[in-house]
């Protein structure tokens, strides 16, 4: 079946690193990918999203880039902030419908000052 | 508030006991999605309706589990006789099928409900 592997936390950056969450996945065809971000106390909320390769999802400063052929989906962000604390999850589902999600297990980033 | 909402928030119940939760999604949102979570672990899926049909069910859905939406609005899921296995924080998200003719659009997650088995 469909997976998601995500790199296991915690991440701990200062403010203004460089981050970078891998996520790699398997699934038949061709799914559509996501990040979800969790902050404190708050319920999931869609950071990103693409759903064909090549395809480069934004939002926030964060970006991942759909590589098919390495099944990967990595986040990235130039300049973290101390607001970007948060668990991340990496997702996908079935391409061509607007089915349930398989998610990674989070991680959780922490930015300090 | 127009985002989707899950009641309780929180529950704690003895063993054995019944408990239900329920989720009133966005308006006009076909699909209707539950997923459990456990401490550490991504959410899981397990089941969805769109509309008042219930289309698929994950195998984590024991019998123990049931979940309905009867007039397609509101849902409810139940566990009966609950196990200590069953603390978890369930999560309850819709979503319209299609926006602007485009498949996999956003799901809208809720706060979740966060169950203890004691």
């Known amino acids: 079946g469909d997976s998601v592997t995500q790199m296991e936390g915690p991440v701990t950056l200062s403010e203004e690193a460089f981050l970078t969450i891998n996520c790699t996945y398997t699934?038949?065809?061709?799914?559509?990918l996501f990040w979800y971000v969790q902050y404190p106390g708050e319920g999931l909320q869609l950071l990103l999203k693409a759903t064909k390769a090549d395809d480069k999802g934004s939002n926030k400063g964060f970006e991942a880039t759909y590589r098919k052929e390495t099944t990967s989906f990595h986040l990235e962000k130039g300049s973290v902030q101390v607001s970007d604390s948060a668990v991340y999850f990496c997702?996908?589902?079935?391409?061509?419908?607007?089915?349930?999600?398989?998610f990674g297990t989070g991680t959780r980033l922490q930015v300090t000052l | 508030d127009t985002g989707v909402s899950q009641n309780p928030r929180h529950k704690i119940t003895k063993r054995g006991q019944n408990v239900t939760f329920r989720c009133d999604p966005i308006s006009e949102h076909n699909r209707l999605y539950w997923y459990r979570q456990t401490l550490g672990q991504g959410p899981e899926f397990l089941t969805y309706?769109?509309?008042?049909?219930?289309?698929?069910k994950s195998r984590l859905l024991s019998d123990r589990f049931s979940a309905e939406r009867p007039k397609g609005s509101f849902s409810t899921l139940e566990i009966q006789r609950t196990e200590q296995g069953d603390s978890a924080m369930y999560l309850c998200a819709s979503s319209p099928v299609q926006n602007r003719g485009h498949w996999n659009t956003e799901a809208f997650f809720g706060q979740g409900t966060r169950l203890t088995v004691v």
């Open positions: 699934a038949t065809g061709y799914p559509s």
């Open positions: 309706f769109q509309n008042e049909a219930q289309l698929e």
């Open positions: 997702a996908l589902s079935e391409a061509g419908t607007a089915s349930k999600l398989t």
